[in-house]
């Protein structure tokens, strides 16, 4: 195990090192901040802890089985790795695994495959696919009592008490420190192409949105683009829109994509058909949410110091929040899974608590997460939505359960978790 100066990095080369490295920290009370690629620190809470793991080193592709659509590999391996090899054989996440890293000021290609399990990210295909959650299989790794256990396995099956992978996804290593995962993989599509409405504000887009939601033409991204953001697209067809971009994604077989896009844009009166490149580009800025990156997509024109927060509601009331975010605050929006996401660019400065008129737009039922923002700002903020007490109390016996002492990124969700 490589270990650098004391307060600072241990860095395990096998999951027996990271066990030993952890009841090192067991043993001296010494909390620790876990990271992989650590291309995500900046979202969520900053964790307050002298020593670091990182368990980058724990890297590679132990076992991948194209025909049983799984692969398994250290928690440490690149993203930049994986999806080339599953490229390879046609093969995909098909939770649509977003880059983070330009948006949090990073280089892009940074995340692990840990970092991404442990943060629960996916992007557009969700409505279609689920979540990161709905594609981890099994985990390996460390908990709080130095432990190295398993849980879960290469197959989905029924279990009792807690589904532990599941449990483990979105947990922001406060749980367990991940040393392998196995995830489900899944065919990749054929053919893309992407329908583009031109010009409708956000209740029509949203109306067509819901509509093609509803149809039979299995649509697998449903974003709206306002005319702002839009024109600072990479992409040509959404850039020359003249004005806002509704955008409806099919894919598949090619000869099924033909036919299913020849009959949603009869029926959504859309204006233009974006061809494979171009859809697949606009998907990957709406994905890493590059319009608020800062040059991560079209002229970069974007204020980088904005803070972005990310919210979830129900989709009928996405316009209506929109709308009330940018009356109470400096603030661009645009909007994916057909109205049920929204990504918030809010100026920073403004009078009163910007965590308070964030959440004030939202419905009772929706909920709201402080994604970039200066490391102050976020250890005073309520970065993830507050809990009610008796969730809060119930996060608490989990965290006590995998991680009694509170080694393991004291903080990061919640105070005191």
């Avoid at 460390?142 to 290469?154: A, I």
């Avoid at 949603?264 to 709406?286: I, N």
């Avoid at 909007?335 to 009772?364: H, K, S």
């Avoid at 994604?371 to 008796?390: G, I, K, N, S, W």
């Amino acid at each position: 195990m490589t270990t650098e100066a004391a307060g600072s990095t241990l860095k395990p080369e096998t999951p027996a090192q990271a066990a030993e490295a952890v009841r090192w920290a067991l043993s001296a009370n010494e909390p620790l901040e876990i990271l992989g690629g650590g291309s995500r620190r900046g979202f969520g809470r900053p964790v307050r802890a002298a020593h670091r793991l990182d368990l980058s080193a724990l890297a590679g592709v132990t076992d991948y089985e194209p025909e049983e659509l799984v692969l398994t590999a250290g928690a440490g391996t690149p993203m930049a790795v994986i999806l080339p090899m599953l490229a390879e054989r046609r093969q995909q996440l098909s939770f649509e695994p977003p880059d983070y890293g330009p948006l949090l000021g990073r280089p892009a290609g940074q995340g692990t495959l840990g970092g991404l399990i442990a943060c629960g990210l996916g992007g557009p295909r969700r409505i279609k696919d689920g979540s990161a959650r709905d594609h981890t299989l099994g985990i390996q790794g460390v908990n709080g009592r130095g432990e190295l256990y398993r849980g879960g396995g290469k197959v989905v099956k029924n279990v009792t008490g807690y589904d532990v992978p599941k449990l483990m996804t979105g947990s922001f290593g406060t749980l367990t420190a991940l040393t392998e995962l196995t995830v489900k993989v899944l065919p990749a599509p054929e053919e893309t192409r992407t329908l583009l409405l031109a010009g409708r504000d956000e209740a029509a887009a949203v109306a067509a949105l819901t509509r093609a939601m509803q149809s039979p033409y299995e649509v697998s991204g449903a974003a709206h683009l306002p005319a702002g953001i839009a024109a600072r697209s990479s992409v040509p067809g959404v850039a020359g829109a003249g004005g806002a971009a509704t955008l409806v994604r099919l894919e598949g077989f090619a000869p099924s994509v033909t036919a299913r896009v020849a009959a949603l844009r009869e029926e959504l009166g859309a204006d233009a058909v974006l061809e494979r490149e171009e859809s697949l580009a606009v998907w990957r800025e709406v994905r890493d949410v590059a319009f608020f990156a800062g040059g991560g997509a079209g002229d970069g024109a974007m204020d980088v110091a904005r803070h972005v927060w990310k919210l979830s509601v129900p989709p009928a009331d996405g316009p209506r929040v929109a709308e009330a975010l940018r009356r109470a605050l400096d603030a661009e929006v645009y909007l994916d899974w057909a109205g049920g996401l929204l990504w918030a660019a809010v100026a920073p400065g403004g009078d009163g608590d910007e965590g308070a008129a964030v959440r004030a737009a939202m419905p009772g039922s929706g909920h709201a997460t402080l994604v970039r923002a200066p490391e102050a700002v976020r250890a005073a903020a309520d970065v993830f939505q507050p809990l009610p007490e008796p969730l809060l109390a119930l996060t608490r016996r989990v965290k006590a359960g995998f991680d009694p002492r509170g080694l393991f990124n004291p903080g990061r969700m919640y105070p005191g978790v």
